[in-house]
């Protein structure tokens, strides 16, 4: 007798448990990807490259700019809002290190993306979508590399080096001389 009376309520907390997809409950139908992709602001691949705010905040490394704004070589995509304790049902996560085509919308000069767009995890057949012309993104304003020291600073340097040497070696041996 015990387990029919705790039974039906078992069924219908695991019905609910179930039946409730985030993303499916609260996107509206989907367009076919290419008429999805057209909708969005801009469109591009990128390579995750850091995360923040629960895997929703992405540093993404552009690589192709298939449609919108020329972009940096390396931008942010919001996924959720920015806020680290508030989430949605269509909050989108990413991977540390993921290759994505991103359809995103610009709010504010801020890309957003959601679990409702077209963004996805890259796959080779996508690089059929990929237009005729795109394009590159633009320079990202980091500072540059140090590369190797100019030949002319290491033999001016040393330079300077033996000169301060024999000045202070011919200092001492003056100080050692006694005055006659």
Do not use: K
């Not at 504010?108 to 679990?115: F, K, V, Y």
């Amino acid at each position: 007798m015990r387990i029919r009376w705790r039974l039906p309520p078992l069924l219908a907390l695991a019905a609910m448990i179930l039946a409730s997809s985030p993303a499916a409950a609260s996107c509206a139908a989907l367009p076919a990807l290419d008429e999805h992709l057209a909708l969005a602001d801009a469109v591009f691949v990128g390579t995750v490259i850091g995360l923040n705010n629960a895997d929703r905040t992405a540093l993404v490394s552009v690589e192709e700019i298939w449609h919108g704004p020329t972009l940096d070589g390396t931008v942010t995509v919001h996924g959720g809002p920015d806020d680290p304790s508030t989430f949605t049902s269509v909050d989108r996560t990413y991977v540390d290190g993921g290759r994505y085509l991103f359809a995103v919308t610009s709010v504010e000069g801020s890309l957003r993306d959601d679990g409702c767009s077209a963004t996805r995890e890259w796959t080779p057949d996508l690089a059929d979508l990929r237009p005729s012309e795109f394009s590159r993104p633009a320079a990202t304003n980091q500072p540059d590399e140090p590369g190797p020291l100019p030949l002319t600073a290491i033999i001016v340097g040393s330079a300077v080096l033996v000169i301060a040497a024999a000045s202070l070696l011919a200092f001492r041996t003056r100080r050692n001389v006694p005055d006659r």
